[in-house]
């Protein structure tokens, strides 16, 4: 996990995938919004994860990639969709350091809730496993005799609780949510996420996409606004399958074609046993995901 040295930023903090930067001292970088929240650089690298690990070597040209979808849907959200504008955590016209210009965002920095506001439409994933053991997913019941990439009823609402790094994140109810976070906020929560769902599934839709799940964070800014922050709808956050195919394939693989991670997650279900340190990534895995994350956002993006 290498922070880099970025003139007028000081590293303070770096998950599995970016790293966090704070401004240095009296640093100003010209952009004018009365100065009210601090202001934070993420970096996206090249790093990837699955089952809470992160793999040797990294996928290339990936931070740019999930920077550049971010990006696009953040301005698809702030209204070029046609709805109203999700207040985002993207400062405008303010510069990042050229070095990693294509990669990172001027943010800011807010008090992010600990909840993962994961949203489905689809079963697949942790989600099919917990139906196929009680038929519940975060303990919303199911009808029965769905399988593995089936479309739900309506889409849910299945939270998360963000664990502190290291540790696993934590399929939870969204009582569980109410007492992590108060009433208030977590049906903004919820209400939010299921409405940033719809429009991006929508808009997915008419370019032969399906966005079968995806995972937002939140936070609250200096005037306790909820607002979207981190990644958003990105290859890593997300999984999007090719529509067609799933509309005729006959296997769970050819439904589930996918533009995301879950051809590193395949990979590595298949090779390791979750215990242990994770196995390399063949460069054949890294290039495939690379291409399949590129190809998302020519699809989408153009
Ligand atoms: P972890 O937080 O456990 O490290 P992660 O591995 O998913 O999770 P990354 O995605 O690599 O982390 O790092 C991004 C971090 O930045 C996350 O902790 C996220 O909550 C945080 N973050 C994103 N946007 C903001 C923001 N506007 N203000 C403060 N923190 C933010
Ligand atoms: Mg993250």
């Keep these: 996990m290498s922070a880099l040295d970025l003139p007028g930023w000081k590293h303070v903090y770096s998950g599995k995938v970016r790293d966090l930067y704070r401004p240095d001292e009296g640093t100003s970088d010209g952009a004018d919004d009365g100065g009210a929240t601090e202001r934070m650089l993420v970096v996206a690298s090249d790093r990837v994860s699955a089952f809470d690990?992160?793999?040797e070597p990294g996928i290339p040209g990936k931070g740019e990639l999930l920077t550049r979808l971010s990006r696009w849907w953040f301005d698809q959200l702030g209204g070029a969709d046609g709805g109203r504008a999700i207040p985002n955590h993207l400062v405008a016209g303010a510069a990042a350091p050229a070095e990693v210009a294509g990669r990172s965002m001027v943010v800011r920095e807010l008090d992010m809730q600990?909840?993962?506001?994961?949203?489905?439409?689809?079963?697949?994933?942790?989600?099919?496993?917990?139906?196929?053991?009680?038929?519940?997913v975060c303990g919303i019941p199911l009808p029965s005799g769905l399988v593995n990439g089936d479309r739900l009823p309506e889409p849910i609402f299945t939270p998360a609780y963000k664990a502190p790094l290291g540790e696993h994140d934590e399929n939870i109810s969204f009582e569980r949510t109410v007492e992590l976070v108060g009433p208030d906020i977590a049906v903004a929560l919820r209400d939010t996420s299921l409405e940033i769902y719809s429009r991006a599934a929508a808009l997915a839709e008419a370019k032969g996409l399906i966005l079968a799940d995806t995972k937002f964070e939140f936070g609250l800014d200096a005037d306790?606004?909820?607002?979207?922050?981190?990644?958003?709808?990105?290859?890593?956050s997300s999984r999007y399958w090719d529509a067609a195919a799933w509309r005729t394939g006959a296997t769970p693989e050819e439904r589930m074609a996918s533009y995301d991670k879950q051809i590193v997650r395949d990979w590595l279900a298949s090779v390791w046993d979750k215990t242990g340190t994770?196995?390399?990534?063949?460069?054949?895995?890294?290039?495939?995901?690379?291409?399949?994350?590129?190809?998302?956002l020519e699809v989408l993006a153009g």
């Design 53 to 55: 690990h992160v793999l």
């Design 114 to 136: 600990p909840i993962e506001c994961v949203v489905r439409g689809y079963l697949t994933g942790s989600g099919w496993a917990e139906y196929q053991a009680d038929g519940t």
């Design 224 to 236: 306790g606004t909820l607002t979207l922050a981190d990644e958003v709808l990105t290859s890593d």
């Design 278 to 296: 994770p196995p390399e990534l063949p460069d054949d895995i890294a290039q495939r995901t690379s291409a399949k994350y590129r190809e998302l």
